[in-house]
């Protein structure tokens, strides 16, 4: 797939600190800004997957890196997400190049989306995976302390 922009919009997993994927995408790329697009983000368990439609009143937010070698990063990416002829289709998530809000500009960037039915998952409703992960693991701390 001949590669169209230099730039990549990450919401999910590869935002995490001790990801190996993240951490390899903070060598191989600069950090440009944050970013939202319009869709829904759902939680598929170990991992969040995004939905786009430009009639949602909801956004996914994440980041945006700029590649310094986009045929090779999304090559590895695309390994990372299962995308490509190795794998069984349809594929879970599929990279397409979409139109990303930033606060002062629209950029084309590749961004991975789920492609399977979502309607057996929870809805993120924030659109922010990453405050998703603080505010799940707070409940659950508070659930498990024992009544005094």
């Not at 944050?34 to 956004?59: C, K, M, Q, S």
Request: charged residues 20%.
């Amino acid at each position: 797939m001949e590669t169209t922009s230099q730039f990549l919009f990450v919401y999910g997993t590869l935002l995490q600190p001790g990801n190996e994927f993240a951490a390899y995408l903070n060598k191989h790329c600069k950090f440009i800004g944050d970013g939202r697009i319009r869709g829904r983000l759902y939680d598929i368990g170990e991992y969040p997957g995004a939905v786009i439609g430009n009639t949602e009143e909801r956004y996914i937010y994440g980041s945006i890196f700029m590649m310094d070698d986009p045929d090779i990063i999304l090559k590895v990416i695309d390994d990372y997400e299962g995308v490509g002829g190795l794998y069984q289709h349809p594929h879970e998530y599929i990279r397409e190049t979409v139109s990303i809000y930033t606060t002062n500009d629209i950029m084309e960037c590749w961004m991975y989306l789920y492609n399977l039915p979502v309607a057996a998952y929870n809805e993120i409703t924030t659109g922010d995976y990453i405050q998703y992960l603080k505010d799940t693991s707070v409940k659950n701390n508070v659930a498990k302390q024992p009544f005094k």
